[in-house]
């Protein structure tokens, strides 16, 4: 397989959305939000099976900053306070072909949970 990597991150002024292009030509719009609740932190996915956490009340987090992480990777801090997500390339990408029902899966755990998209 061919190595993937962005060619361009951009963030929209509202700090809401990240567009991100590879260099194979595909372009992938990831919200802000999804980035947060599915964060590749161990503050969000635990430390071992089962330990995956689910975040409520994201749904107006933006995107404060994002920080290069050698050549593999971006560390994204929202405006919550969560800083703690490196996200390689290939998880980028992963969010920009399957983030769609991934999204749809942890909506579904919110409604389990009897939990809120909306800040409390």
């Given at each position: 397989?061919t190595?993937?990597?962005?060619?361009?991150?951009?963030?929209?002024?509202?700090?809401?959305?990240?567009?991100?292009s590879?260099?194979?030509?595909v372009?992938?719009?990831l919200?802000?939000?999804?980035?947060?609740?599915?964060?590749?932190?161990?503050e969000?996915?635990g430390?071992?099976?089962?330990?995956?956490?689910?975040?409520?009340?994201k749904?107006?987090?933006?995107i404060?900053?994002?920080?290069?992480?050698g050549?593999?990777?971006?560390?994204?801090?929202?405006?919550?306070?969560?800083?703690?997500?490196?996200?390689?390339?290939?998880?980028?990408?992963?969010?920009?072909?399957?983030?769609g029902?991934k999204?749809?899966?942890?909506?579904q755990?919110?409604?389990?949970?009897?939990?809120?998209?909306?800040?409390?």
């Open positions: 397989m190595e993937i990597w962005p060619t361009e991150l951009k963030v929209s002024k509202d700090r809401r959305l990240l567009t991100v590879f260099n194979d030509g372009t992938a719009m919200p802000a939000e999804m980035l947060r609740v599915l964060s590749p932190s161990a969000v996915q430390h071992g099976p089962g330990q995956k956490v689910t975040v409520p009340g749904r107006n987090v933006a404060r900053q994002m920080v290069p992480t050549n593999y990777a971006v560390r994204i801090a929202f405006d919550d306070g969560h800083d703690t997500g490196i996200f390689t390339w290939n998880y980028l990408r992963e969010l920009g072909e399957s983030g029902e999204f749809a899966a942890y909506e755990e919110l409604a389990e949970k009897k939990l809120s998209r909306d800040p409390r």
